[in-house]
């Protein structure tokens, strides 16, 4: 298929509230990376009482403990619904808080426990020690394997039955400190503890996301033109293993 022809819609969960870091630059990064190629790209904000549509990536990002508090109900009101549409190939990419309120819930300090939207089989308890620091971590599905961001939060997050880690950790501390792995992925579900924003500094999980969009939405691989990131490879490589 030719790419002028693409289209992908993409639906930003909740972004008054979850958008800690400037995660708003994955939106950035998919839309451009869509755009560079001629891809159509539907985009949705999707506000706190909103309806969630349907679309083929859904994207919410990290918050402060009483963000997460602010949203988790309301997105647990659409659990069966973001559940389903799991189970039709969408793809999600939640960023820290967002990926924290993925798995089955969040215990906060001192604070009730935060139902989630089990879109994957994990869970989050708030540790003693807050990571804060680079992170490079090395997966086994991506070229190149890496991937670099910025890491803050003090959530532990434990993974569970088909729910596997997205990388392991080089440098930084990843889900828990104690595992040695980082973010998760179950089906087309994907989170990471990676701030940066994460996307623009790492293009290839970008387009490894967009081609997963694309598959949803027209059932067959799409291989994406390659794009002049000199640039981007550039900040990525000189991120790898940078010092926590
Ligand atoms: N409040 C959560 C924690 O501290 C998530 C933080 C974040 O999104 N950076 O673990």
Redesign the pocket.
Known sequence: MEEENLKISIAHLYPEL?N??GDIGNIITLKKRCEWRGIEVEFEEIHYGDKINEHDLYFIG????KQ?EDVADELFKNKWFLMGERDKGAVFLG????Y?LFGHY?Q?HDKPKLKGISLMDAY?V?GDK?FIGNVTARTDFLTPETLVGFE????LTYLEGETKPLARIETGNGNNGQDGFEGARYKNVFGTYL?GSFLPKNPHFADYLIELALKKRYGQNIELQELDDKIEKLTHNSLINKPY
């Open positions: 979850l800690l870091y990290g918050g402060q403990d997460q960023i820290c808080g967002g924290q969040y906060p989050t708030a807050r803050n939060h003090s959530g701030h």
